[in-house]
């Protein structure tokens, strides 16, 4: 059963072995490098198998773990916390004078939707690249909610689920902005309708990103063709291209009822100006409600 952030036994047994990894390293008092790419969401959008892929790759290293969450729930632990869980400048320098390229980079899919953290990381990593994967909003929504359901934290149909979100949300994106340590549960956890609006949630990362910094991709294109989406990222990231042996995917999903039809013909309805804003955006059609 998932604690009241949602987190499964698995992910606290996780982050139990990362404390106490990162306390180590920051003992040691060596200095350590920040990342040089951030994949900032979405969430349900394919960002563990993007992140799995890139760890694999000889000239990434990646961080302690994913979702380190330090520009959204973690920022209260300081840089000091934040920089353990990646290499030794030292180690980055062996690295590089060998002839390796050596990518440092990290994947938390809240970031995109919390609303502190694009100036938060723009304040630390202002050189970093963004990688943003997103999906379909309607699909993207649906796979949230059963997310939650199958945690035990969603008691209600999806329907009510969605009707239920702006009472649920209301006032919780004030409330982080007066007070930066607060942390919302009900942001995280409920917000199935209000994170496919992907338009709003870009333009507050290009408000202090440049526009060049920045990789949106289709979670669909990940899906159907894992390979080019990586040879995509990777050239964005400027490490040489490899292609894997194998490309799994990482997103786990137990069947459920299915969404019914006119749900989904509301939603699709709901979010149609929101995605004509974000294609004038990104520049290309995301193909969602053709």
């Known amino acids: ?19 106490g990894r990162v306390q180590a390293r920051r003992s040691t008092g060596r200095p350590r490098v920040l990342p040089e790419l951030l994949i900032i969401g979405t969430q349900r959008g394919g960002t563990t198998s993007l992140y799995e892929y890139l760890s694999r790759h000889p000239d990434v290293v990646p961080p302690l773990g994913k979702e380190l969450q330090y520009f959204s729930t973690e920022y209260g632990r300081g840089d000091a916390w934040y920089r353990a869980h990646f290499p030794t400048e030292r180690a980055v320098a062996r690295r590089r004078a ?22 938060r990381a723009a304040a630390t990593v202002p050189s970093a690249k963004l990688v943003a994967l997103l999906r379909d909003p309607v699909e993207r929504a ?20 969605v009707a239920a979100e ?10 982080m902005q007066a007070d930066p340590g607060y942390r919302s549960r009900a942001h995280r956890i409920w917000s199935y309708v209000s994170r ?24 669909e294109d990940l899906f159907a063709d894992p390979a080019a989406a990586y040879a995509r990222v990777q050239a964005f990231a400027g490490i040489r291209p490899i292609t894997l042996p194998e490309f799994p995917a990482y997103t786990r999903r137990q069947p459920g009822p299915p969404m019914r039809d006119d749900t989904r013909s509301s939603l699709r309805d709901l979010y149609r100006s929101d995605i004509e804003r974000l294609t004038a955006i990104v520049g290309m059609p995301m193909g969602w409600h053709d």
């Open 166 to 175: 702006p009472e649920r949300l209301a006032g919780e994106v004030e409330r």
């Open 196 to 219: 496919g609006r992907y338009a709003s949630q870009l333009s507050e990362w290009l408000a202090h990103f440049p526009r060049q910094q920045l990789l949106v991709l289709r979670s």
């Open 142 to 161: 649906f796979s949230h909610y059963e997310h939650m359901r199958q945690r035990g934290l969603e008691p209600l149909s999806f329907e009510d689920a």
């Open 1 to 19: 059963m998932a604690d009241a952030d949602g987190r499964s036994p698995r992910i606290r047994l996780r982050r139990s072995w990362q404390a």
């Open 98 to 119: 060998a002839g390796r390229d050596c990518l440092v980079f990290e994947a938390s899919p809240y970031y995109l939707f919390h609303p502190l953290a694009a100036q």
